[in-house]
């Protein structure tokens, strides 16, 4: 009795052959997305007639994935240089391109992996957010984000002068007056002032505080 007719199958990517078993397994190398693979049956029986059939699919594109994202620094002022590194891969071999926002909160602040912070652009306690998109040449995307908190920077004291600077005697009135900066907002709202009274005796060094306030 005739075991019926044997079928071989040949596997193709367009005009080149890619294989001959039943199971083809695709590479990066053998395919890639929008490709059209087709399988030919051949079935043929014990005299040697034959026929054929065929079927085939698209490769899909798998897209990239973002395999970690992180900040360069943890802790962040409002006048930090902050760099958002990202990496990624694809399935399907190359290199994704990445591409970067910087936001704070609705408001966008940067475009670029590197961002150098200003007051203009962030205040203490907002949270920053980078948000990285990988592509690759076929359409597809990954998008992932990490996030910062903009900690508070202190005051500067910028300078300090007491008026008069020379000449002065025990029972002389004396001015302080003191400018400061601060990063975060520009300005300072208060400044307050202390005297103190310094001096030498018994072989060591007293300190009384004797005022407060601009004026002695």
Request: charged fraction near 15%; aromatic fraction near 6%; charge should be negative.
């Amino acid at each position: 009795d005739s075991a019926g007719p044997s079928v071989t199958y040949e596997w193709f990517n367009g005009t080149t052959s890619i294989g001959t078993n039943q199971t083809v397994t695709l590479t990066t190398t053998s395919s890639k997305p929008g490709d059209t693979i087709e399988c030919v049956a051949t079935a043929t029986d014990d005299d040697g007639a034959t026929d054929t059939g065929d079927d085939s699919v698209t490769v899909e594109n798998s897209g990239p994935t973002i395999t970690s994202i992180r900040l360069d620094k943890s802790t962040i002022y409002s006048n930090t240089t902050v760099t958002c590194i990202a990496t990624a891969n694809d399935p399907e071999g190359g290199a994704p391109s990445l591409s970067y926002e910087w936001t704070n909160g609705s408001t966008s602040i940067g475009s670029k992996a590197t961002i150098t912070l200003n007051n203009t652009l962030v205040s203490p306690d907002d949270v920053i957010t980078c948000t990285v998109t990988a592509s690759d040449t076929d359409g597809g995307s990954d998008i992932d984000t990490v996030d910062g908190t903009i900690q508070n920077t202190r005051p500067t004291v910028d300078s300090v002068t007491i008026t008069p600077g020379t000449g002065v005697d025990s029972d002389d009135s004396l001015t302080c007056a003191a400018t400061a900066s601060d990063v975060d907002d520009g300005a300072v709202t208060t400044i307050s002032y202390k005297w103190v009274n310094h001096w030498y005796s018994g072989g060591k060094w007293h300190t009384t505080d004797v005022g407060t306030g601009t004026t002695l």
